[in-house]
Each structure stands twice: as C-alpha cells, then as structure tokens.
C-alpha cells in the first residue's frame, strides 16, 4: 500500500533512528580518535628510529679520520646498490667535496629534515660537524616511511565512512519494525476514534515501552468502551422505565382536561400525576447519586468509624421489617475499626438488608454477619431466597436492571448500582455467588 511505505522523513523522526545515530557518531567519532592516536604514534615512531638510524651512521662515520673520510663516503655509496642512503660532505668554505646529495639550503647541524626531490624520492637528512669543521651530510630514503603513512591515513578515512555507513544502515534497520509497529498502533487508534471499541492495540509480546504503552491503552480503551456501553446502557434504560409513568402522567392530564369541571376527577388527577412525577424525580436523583458517587465527590465524609456498630444500627433498624415478614434475622458483628463515609456505607448495608427481606422465603433467615477469615475482612448478607442466576450477577450491577423474580416486587433497578458506587468509592469489592438455596452477597475489605 502506497500509504503504508515507509518514507526517509518517517524513519528519521523515529527515536531509535536518532538513539542509534547518536550512538553510532559516538562510536566513530571514539573509534577516529583512536585511530588517529595510532596513526600519530606510528608516525611519530617510524620518524624516530628512521632518525636513530641517520645519526647512528653520522656517529660512526665520524670515527673516520679526516683524510680517509672522502674514501670512506664514497665506498658507503657504492655498497648500497639499493640507493636508498644519502652521504655528502662539504668542506668548510662549503665547496663540495664528494657525496651523492647537495643540500639547497643551509642546515641545522643534528636536526633532521625532510627533503623533497624531483628526481629522487622524498628522505630524511641531518646534518653533522665533524673535527675538521667539515659538514657531513646523511639521508635515508623516506619512501617506504611516507607510503605507510599515506596507508594508515587511507585506512582511517575509509574505516570512518564505512563504519559511518554501517552506522547509519543499522539504525535504519533498527527504525523499521518500531515504525511498522508505531503504523500499526495508528491504524488502531484511528478504529478506535472512529467508535470501534473491540479494536485493541497489537501487542509483539516484547514488554518493551510499545508494547506497555499499547497494554496501557488497551486496558483504557476497554474501560471508556464499559463506559460508553453502560451509558447507552442506562439511555435505554432511562427512556424505557420513565416511558410508563409519563405516559400515565401524560394521559391523567388529558382526561382532567377534558372534563375541567369535575373537582374530584381533577383533585385525583392531580394526584396521580404528582405521584408518578415523583417518581420519575427520584430515580433521576438516585442516577444523580451514583453518578456523583462513581466521580469520588463523597470523600470529604471518610472518617475513622467502628464496622461492627454501624451493622449492628442496620440490624435493629430492619429488625421490625424481618419481622413482618416471618424472617429471622441473625446478626454477627464484631468491632473493626475502618476509615469510611457512615452515611453512605449505613446507605449500602440498608440496601443489602432490605433486598434480603424482599426476596427472601417467608419463614425463612437472613444472616448479616462480619469475618475475618482467610481471605481478610469481610461483610456477608444471606438470604435462603430464589438467588440470583450466575448469568445474570453482573447484570444487576447495572441501572435499571431486575430479575425475572423480581417483577411483583416494588422497586427501580437502582439499588445494587448505588450500593456498588458506594463500595467502589471505598475501595471494596462486591462478590455474588450461591448461599444453598439463596444468595450471598459478600463486601470484601481488605480489596
């Protein structure tokens, strides 16, 4: 796909291109300098022996006596077929005496130069006194020295750009799959925009900073993909509960405008009306609640409270309502000290209770008990009711839903919702599961 090829500007905008760039010059650049370092350090090495070796000769030359110098020189010369040695010597008026070299210009007597010639190849002179206040001249050809200095210098210039290349073709390969990876992420974010909250990003299994980032959105994509669903979820659910009652408000108000006069029908109709808008004002309130409560706006309430008083107040206060219903209620409370709003888990204790009396078998118990058993602190309310099917537990976490079991029974589906607001606010876990022939629904604590 034209869109997907990957350009220059892309992958060198990319963090690991430019980590290995950096990395890379570093590198070159150490590895020039040490280079460079034995480049100087040979060089400097083969000047200095090439030099020990001029004033060698120059020394035992000098041991010569004056007369047979000349004769000396000349014999020097013929034994190197080679041609690679230079001898001169020029008296002391500076006319030539014998020699295969003539300087061009005055010398520093014991410093060693570098002379160029046209006809012969670059060498190495110093120049010496002798006893007689001659100058003698030795050289050595630098060719061989000059030829593996150029060498080494080559090789520099050559094993830098190479590795410089090697350099830049690895962080290149090393961008590719990151920005293959960073196209995938894009192709999944834009699903993602688009409304499509199955989408997830992928995932190479590497554990490197991709893939956390893609683990962090994901786990935030499925969280805003709840949330959107439970807010469509409670749309739906909003227009097909308060449907009814407005729909009889709607109707009572039709029929008392029809007949006008009849203050009893009116009375009454004002009645019923009234009545079924308070009930749509209350169950917008509670949607209110749990929407607060869900935000963490009831923090400011948390204080230290004792667990076991406040269950023991549920208790006695529902005690007349169990009563009514031939129910036994047990209580097992304990003192635990916790930090909570009173009010609002005294709200969520109330609603557990009371849908346990609701929904429990006449003649039957409700236990309302607090442990600490193996898996920590905990609350429990059983009941021996009809229970709650596992297919639908986390159903009735949700606004407005009710049980098949539930539909003679007054009641908006909002109660448990409060109650899981409450204990989310708290940090505690809500947990349904079977109790014999009823339901137990378990607060967990230390969650």
Not at 17 to 26: I, P
Not at 341 to 368: M, W
């Amino acid at each position: 796909m034209a869109a997907e090829r990957l350009r220059w500007r892309d992958v060198v905008r990319i963090s690991t291109f430019r980590l290995s760039a950096m990395l890379g010059a570093v590198f070159v650049t150490g590895l020039i300098a040490m280079l460079g370092v034995v480049y100087l350090a040979t060089a400097q090495d083969l000047t200095a022996r090439s030099d020990r070796i001029l004033h060698s000769v120059a020394e035992r030359l000098l041991q010569v006596p004056a007369d047979q110098l000349p004769d000396r020189i000349r014999a020097e010369l013929l034994r190197d077929r080679a041609g690679f040695n230079y001898l001169a010597l020029i008296a002391g008026d500076g006319s030539f005496v014998t020699g295969n070299v003539r300087p061009l210009r005055p010398l520093v007597p014991g410093h060693p130069v570098d002379v160029e010639s046209g006809s012969r190849g670059p060498f190495r002179l110093v120049a010496v006194r002798t006893r007689e206040g001659e100058t003698l001249l030795v050289g050595r050809d630098i060719s061989l020295l000059r030829d593996l200095r150029r060498t080494i210098l080559e090789t520099l210039i050559v094993s830098g750009l190479l590795i410089l290349l090697c350099a830049g073709a690895a962080a290149i390969g090393f961008s590719r799959a990151p920005l293959h990876r960073v196209r995938a992420l894009q192709r999944a974010s834009r699903e993602i925009a688009a409304g499509d909250f199955s989408v997830r990003m992928p995932i190479a299994g590497r554990q490197d900073e991709l893939d956390q980032f893609a683990a962090t959105v994901n786990a935030t994509v499925a969280e805003v993909g709840r949330v959107v669903a439970q807010v469509k979820g409670v749309t739906d659910a909003i227009a097909h509960d308060l449907r009814t009652p407005l729909t009889r408000v709607r109707a009572t108000l039709n029929a008392v405008g029809h007949d006008p006069g009849d203050a009893v029908q009116v009375a009454e109709g004002i009645r019923r009306a009234t009545a079924d808008l308070d009930l749509v004002l209350e169950r917008f309130a509670a949607l209110l609640r749990i929407s607060e409560l869900e935000a963490g706006r009831r923090r400011a309430g948390f204080r230290n409270l004792d667990l076991g008083a406040l269950i023991a107040q549920v208790s006695e206060l529902y005690e007349p309502l169990a009563e009514d219903r031939d129910i036994t209620l047990s209580v097992d409370a304990r003192p635990l000290q916790i930090e909570g709003d009173e009010k609002l888990l005294f709200e969520a204790l109330s609603n557990l209770l009371d849908n346990a009396i609701k929904f429990g078998r006449p003649g039957g118990q409700v236990r309302l008990a607090l442990l600490n058993d193996a898996r920590g602190p905990a609350i429990e309310v059983r009941d021996d009711g009809p229970g709650i099917p596992p297919d639908e537990r986390d159903a009735v976490l949700r606004r407005f839903h009710r049980g098949a079991d539930a539909a003679g029974i007054p009641g908006s589906g909002l109660g448990l919702s409060v109650v899981a607001a409450i204990l989310h606010l708290h940090g505690f876990r809500l947990r349904l599961s079977d109790a014999g022939s009823g339901l137990c629904v378990r607060i967990e604590i230390g969650a």
